[in-house]
């Protein structure tokens, strides 16, 4: 008899701890918690900020747009929206979220040559996505603008093997960019230099670039490069691949560039990357 008393307890014990499972998680269920936007995870706090952004380029309702954003209780607000604005621009994200984005952070009195250039100039919506953010190659030193595009009408600069030689430069457009000059450099990998200056000859920040190559187009701004000058942009090119060069907009094309094999003074074989200078009018 005395064999039975721990079954039994052991029965009792399991039959009462599944009632009261029972009762506390499907009968009487605990209330619901007090979980705001500010308790979501950085990922999701910035999907609440492009949703929000989305709902204001609809509805123009700057006040409910505040009241979003303000749920999150983040202290620095507009340079969130602005980092995701630029963000969107480098990766490539839909036009309509990039722009909602940039017209926010715009509001809310972020400030940035990138917001200036998404307001101003919309990414066209045939670009792919690009897999990288911003290049990390690092580039050549900081060269010295040329005083005058050069004249010659000849066709767009075709890259050399060596990379000792200039390839020469493309006539202006009207009204459009000059390629001031461009040049070969033999290494491993290939790494295409832009650098932009203004009419009078100063390096320009906020110029958005167009290289298509073989793995799409990448879309750059100048000026985000740390430690370049402002006009500065760089992006790896792939071996044997070709790539056409837009300043401000896709077309026309300013310059198109290969990466090629070649030698390099101590006998080394690499690719041609190159360093183009361009004017803007």
Excluded: H
């Excluded at 500010?38 to 609440?48: E, F, G, I, S, V």
């Excluded at 309702?61 to 480098?90: I, Q």
């Excluded at 009419?199 to 190559?213: D, F, I, M, T, Y």
């Excluded at 073989?214 to 370049?228: A, D, V, Y």
């Amino acid at each position: 008899m005395r064999s039975r008393i721990p079954l039994v307890f052991a029965l009792s014990f399991l039959i009462g701890l599944g009632g009261g499972l029972l009762l506390a998680w499907e009968i009487f269920p605990p209330p619901p918690g007090n979980a705001t936007p500010a308790d979501l995870a950085p990922a999701y706090q910035d999907l609440w900020i492009v949703l929000a952004a989305q709902a204001d380029l609809v509805e123009g309702d700057a006040a409910a747009s505040r009241r979003r954003l303000e749920a999150l209780g983040l202290p620095d607000l507009p340079e969130r929206v602005r980092a995701l604005a630029e963000r969107g621009l480098f990766e490539n994200w839909p036009l309509f979220t990039v722009e909602a984005l940039a017209r926010l952070a715009q509001t809310l009195g972020a400030r940035s040559p990138a917001l200036v250039v998404i307001l101003a100039t919309p990414v066209p919506t045939r670009i792919p996505p690009s897999p990288t953010l911003i290049p990390t190659a690092t580039p050549s030193s900081t060269p010295s603008p040329s005083p005058s595009p050069m004249p010659s009408p000849t066709p767009l600069p075709t890259p050399l093997p060596t990379p000792t030689e200039e390839a020469t430069a493309t006539p202006p457009a009207p009204n459009g960019p000059t390629l001031l000059e461009s040049q070969t450099r033999c290494e491993t990998p290939p790494l295409l230099r832009i650098y932009v200056f203004d009419a009078e000859g100063r390096p320009r920040a906020g110029v958005r670039l167009w290289v298509s190559g073989p793995q799409g187009t990448e879309t750059l701004l100048t000026g985000l490069k740390p430690g370049m000058e402002e006009g500065y942009a760089d992006v790896q090119m792939a071996p044997q691949g070709t790539y056409r060069l837009g300043v401000e907009r896709p077309e026309p094309t300013v310059a198109e560039l290969a990466a090629r094999p070649c030698v390099d003074a101590a006998g080394q074989a690499g690719w041609t990357g190159w360093e183009v200078r361009v004017r803007l009018p």
